[in-house]
Each structure stands twice: as C-alpha cells, then as structure tokens.
C-alpha cells in the first residue's frame, strides 16, 4: 500500500512539474495516451485555463493535477467509445451539434461586431454628467490621524513631541489610548462632513470643527465625550461634483448597453434589407396566443425546449408585457441551470439587465452572473412566488 501510494504521488508531481516547469521543460511532453490519442503538457494547461477560478483552485497542487488529467483520460475514453458506437452520425447528435455551431456563431457575431465595436462618444459622456449633476455630486470628507489620551496634559505633552520632531505615527503608537488606530499610528478612515465617529466620542459637531484645520496642521488638544485628541489633517475634499475625468469611464460604462443596443437594432436592419427578408404576417394574425397564456404554458410543461419556446415567444412579443422580465429571467436561468450553456445564459441576463433596469428580478440576475456554474441551493421559478402569480 505504501508503495502505490508513493507511485501515485511521483506521478502527481511529475504532473505537477509539467504544468508549473519544474527542471528541464520539455517541448510538449506527453502526460497520456488513449489508445492513438496524446494528451501532452499544453493540452492540459489550456484545460486548466479554461476553467473558472473556484475549479481551478481545486485542482491547484500536485494531486488536483493528476484529478484533472484523469478527467480528461476518462473523457477522451467516452469520446472514442461513442464514435466507435456511431453517434457522430446520430441525427439527434448531428442536430444538437448544428444548432450548438449556429448559436456559437451569432454569439461570436454579436460579440464581435456590434458590442465590440460599439462606442461611447466623448459628447455623448459630457451630456450625461451634465444632465444627471446629483448623480457625481461627492459630500464633504476628512481623513485624519489623532493621538487619544485620558487627560489634556498628556494630549499637550503628546503634540509637543510631535511639535518637536517626532513623527506623528510614532507618538500616537508609543501613547494614543485608542487601540483601534493605535497600531496604525492612528490613522482613522475618511469620514464625511455630518457624520460622527461614536466608538471615540466624536460626535457630527466636532467633526464639522476639524474641517476648519488646513492640511498637515497638528491641531490643539481637542476634547470629545470620551476623552482628549491631538489631530493632524492627512486630506481634506470639499462638497461639489466629481471631476468629469474622474467619472468618465464609469459613465461609458452605463452609457454602453443602450448604445449597443441601438448598434444592434441598426445593424439588425442593414441586415434585413441586405437578405432581403419578407415575413408574411397575414398569418399569424390572430394566432398569438396571449402573454398570460404563455406564461402558464412555460409553467405547466416539464419539456425543456417547450418551456424555453414559450418564455422566447413573450419576450418577442409581449417586450412590455407584466411577464416580460420574468421570462427573460428563466431563459437565462434554463439555459445556466439545464442546458448548462453558461455564454447563452449570461447573454440573457446580460439582456435583463439591460431592457428591464427597474426589475426586481436584477439582483437575482447579477448574483446568477457571478456564481454560474457552481453549486448553489435549489431555485423557485420567479413566476411562482416572486410576483405571487
């Protein structure tokens, strides 16, 4: 038994080795063989980068490494079994694998053409700052060091140290009473101008006295309710809007969805008019059926492809409907949570996001961004109880 065991842990490093360059590199080492089939160095580490980060932390280290190549031995095995069994020539495979290379491809066109060749204009960025001025308005804010002490003798004898050439760090280290700041030679974090610091009894009215201090100033001992300070003022910022440079890529960034938007839908229509499209929409008249019925379809049928059908048909038709946001939730959530397609889902949110801003559904979006992919506990759909429908 020891023996396997210290086999498994060689191969492990040696693994780990190849990922991480112990020694000699070699060009591209193979790690394993599937019967006419290599999986080499480079194979393995593209694997591994492929992965989200919570994976890769869990095959970090000698042993993870060896996990990860097994899972690729087992499935590179899966894969020659089922092309030995035909099923690179099942309909259904072939099917799935078509519609799998269609969305890819729009996806990639989307990506590419038109959000990543959309642009915020810098005239466009300054019309936002200067219609929404409450928006980049910043409150009046201090950060300070001070130096507590008991009684006001030891504060003066503190500040003439400081006076006299100690740094003001050291002092507040070697006597400050404050144990919070202390260590960091009492340093306190920004504080606004109308707010108080209670844990050291300094209330908004003292506060408000310290801005009338000038940078670098070491203060007079000043007293507040739970004792005496020697204050020195590291910033100071007045009230008033945050400069447009400061803030500007944060508007461009807000402004982006709806010029992309705007980019899709004038791209959409170039390309309609190029592929010439006709849609006969004398008939389908009258056979739409009605948002709510729709949404009780998606709810009622356990058939994936049904449910995704249903909740796409009110997002197109009914874009302002009551169930709207809803259903461009679950599209999203089908296609993280069933169809494990994580680039579809996160398009679809990304969608939510976008076109219903003011949706209660949003934080669930954002939380769904984040964490797709990983473990999570089980989901009621939204229509359920979110909106008690």
């Known amino acids: 038994m020891q023996r396997k065991w210290h086999a498994l842990v060689a191969a492990a490093t040696a693994v780990a080795c190849l990922l991480g360059g112990c020694g000699k590199k070699a060009e591209d080492t193979v790690v394993a063989r599937v019967g006419g ?29 060896l996990e990860l190549l097994n899972n690729m031995v087992d499935e590179e095995v899966l894969y020659q079994a089922a092309r030995q069994a035909g099923y690179e020539k099942d309909p259904e495979t072939v099917k799935l694998l078509e519609a799998m290379k269609r969305r890819s491809m729009i996806q990639a066109y989307y990506r590419n053409e038109i959000e990543g060749k959309t642009e915020v204009g810098e005239e466009d960025i300054a019309a936002y700052y200067d219609e929404h001025v409450e928006l980049f308005h910043q409150r009046a804010r201090i950060k300070f060091r001070h130096i507590m ?31 919070r700041t202390k260590a960091a030679g009492g340093l306190m974090s920004s504080v606004h101008l109308g707010d108080a610091l209670p844990d050291i009894g300094m209330d908004a009215a003292f506060i408000e006295k310290l801005f009338g201090w000038k940078i670098g100033e070491t203060t007079d001992p000043l007293r507040s309710e739970k004792g005496w300070h020697v204050i020195r003022i590291e910033e100071k910022q007045e009230a008033g809007r945050k400069p447009l ?6 508007i461009a960034k807000n402004l982006k969805p709806a010029k992309t938007r705007e980019r899709y839908e004038s791209i959409l229509e170039q390309l309609k008019a190029k592929y010439r499209v006709k849609v006969n929409e004398e008939v389908f008249k009258g056979a739409v059926p009605s948002e709510e019925a729709l949404f009780t379809r998606a709810q009622q049928t356990t058939d994936v492809a049904q449910r995704l059908d249903a909740y796409l048909q009110i997002v197109m038709e009914y874009p302002d409907g009551q169930y709207a946001d809803d259903a461009q939730f679950m599209i999203g959530f089908i296609q993280s949570e069933e169809l494990r ?48 429908r």
């Open 37 to 65: 089939v290599s999986i080499t160095q480079s194979d393995l580490a593209e694997r591994l980068s492929e992965l989200p980060d919570f994976a890769q932390r869990q095959f970090a280290g000698p042993m993870g490494s």
């Open 341 to 388: 397609d994580y680039e579809a889902a996160t398009n679809a949110f990304r969608r939510l996001l976008q076109n219903y801003p003011n949706s209660e559904l949003g934080e669930s979006a954002r939380w769904m961004l984040e964490n797709m992919g990983k473990e999570a506990p089980p989901f009621e759909e939204p229509g359920k109880s979110a909106k008690g």
């Open 149 to 179: 002490a008991a009684t006001r003798d030891a504060a003066a004898d503190a500040r003439r140290r400081v006076l006299a050439g100690e740094t003001f760090d050291d002092v507040a280290r070697a006597v400050s009473t404050d144990a």
């Open 245 to 250: 440079d400061e803030v500007r890529d944060l």
